[in-house]
């Protein structure tokens, strides 16, 4: 069964903080996967997509990496700031196209 | 170019009730799918649909239905609220033609009493 589990389900920083949202799969065979923001009320918003020959995208201070070995992404937030504070989703895409969506991470980044 | 667009924003309904949501996409976009958002599932695929047609379709009962329309705006239909289904109900545009290129309209929010 296709999975895509995220960790933590909820993190607190400081303003200016780095930090990592981590994200595994197991989507088999696996296409590409894509990290959203979703602010409060909002719908998603796309940050960056890998396919599994990509192994690093950056999108300004957002920095998404990806290990196709261990099925592991994680999302890097450099600096972060108070409109970091949002939803963070991860999905992969299988065989037919499938799309299976993590239950997401909710930040929030405090002054 | 006017994003994907989803009306009514709000919607408070009580149970037994039906519902109608709308989605319009990106002018040229003629895929649309349907999300269901709550906090304890995350994102569930609803169907989609493409040129008029449902190309695909998730695991929800025979009460959730869709259709769309020759200018690929698209509804969604719920009929006989339970109160399970409160949760933003998002829909997402795309070419059609590659698929992963989804963009999401702000999502509806129903409410069930």
């Known amino acids: 069964k296709n999975q895509v589990e995220q960790s933590p389900q909820s993190l607190i920083i400081l303003e200016g903080k780095n930090c990592t949202l981590q994200?595994?799969?197991?989507?088999?065979?696996?296409?590409?996967l894509r990290w959203y923001k979703q602010d409060t009320g909002r719908g998603p918003v796309s940050l960056t997509i890998m396919t599994f020959s990509e192994n690093t995208k950056s999108n300004g201070r957002y920095t998404a990496t990806l290990d196709a070995d261990t099925k592991q992404s994680s999302l890097h937030i450099t600096a972060s700031q108070l409109s970091d504070s949002a939803s963070y989703i991860c999905?992969?895409?299988?065989?037919?196209?499938?799309?299976?969506f993590g239950g997401g991470t909710r930040l929030m980044v405090k002054p | 170019k006017a994003g994907v667009t989803q009306t009514p924003r709000y919607l408070i309904k009580t149970r037994g009730q039906q519902v109608t949501l709308s989605c319009s996409p990106i002018?040229?976009?003629?895929?649309v799918s349907w999300y269901q958002q709550t906090p304890g599932q995350g994102l569930q695929f609803l169907f989609e649909y493409f040129s008029e047609t449902q190309r695909n379709k998730g695991n929800f009962p025979g009460r959730f239905s869709g259709r769309q329309f020759s200018n690929s705006r698209s509804e969604m239909n719920v009929s006989t609220l339970e109160l399970g289904d409160s949760a933003l109900y998002l829909c997402?545009?795309?070419?059609?033609?590659?698929?992963?290129?989804?963009?999401f309209g702000p999502g509806t929010r129903l409410t069930v009493t």
């Open positions: 999905r992969a895409v299988g065989a037919g196209n499938m799309l299976t």
């Open positions: 997402a545009s795309s070419l059609g033609t590659n698929p992963y290129e989804q963009y």
């Open positions: 002018s040229g976009h003629r895929s």
């Open positions: 994200c595994n799969y197991t989507v088999s065979p696996f296409s590409n």
